[in-house]
Nanobody, 120 residues
């Protein structure tokens, strides 16, 4: 059974930093793209950033220059360094991976979500 487990959320003041991590476990044959989504209260879930297996990245305009996504393909882990955080970054952040479990097909997997709150 493949699982994505996130860690690193919390409460931070505006201008502060947080680092989110996501670890994929289980029998994984191949990892495709991975990313972070977020969902604020009353809003739809949105893609924040994504990284391909080759290291190509995408960032939504609102986080460019502040967030950095990285992955370790040998450990099946994904990180998100968030700097200069703003109150509007407050949301539940979800790790996402498109991966192929051993003996199966590529599918989308999600973590359970971790709360990030930016407030003074």
């Amino acid at each position: 059974q493949v699982q994505l487990v996130e860690s690193g959320g919390g409460l931070v003041q505006p201008g502060g930093s947080l680092r989110l991590s996501c670890a994929a476990s289980g029998s994984i044959f191949s990892m495709n793209f991975m990313g972070w989504y977020r969902q604020a209260p009353g809003k739809e879930r949105e893609l924040v950033t994504r990284i391909t297996s080759g290291g190509n990245t995408y960032y939504v305009d609102s986080v460019k220059g502040r967030f950095t996504i990285s992955r370790d393909n040998t450990k099946n882990t994904l990180d998100l360094q968030m700097n200069s955080l703003k109150p509007e970054d407050t949301a539940v952040y979800y790790c996402h991976a498109n991966l192929r479990p051993t003996g199966s097909y590529y599918s989308d997997y999600w973590g359970q979500g971790t709360q990030v709150t930016v407030s003074s």
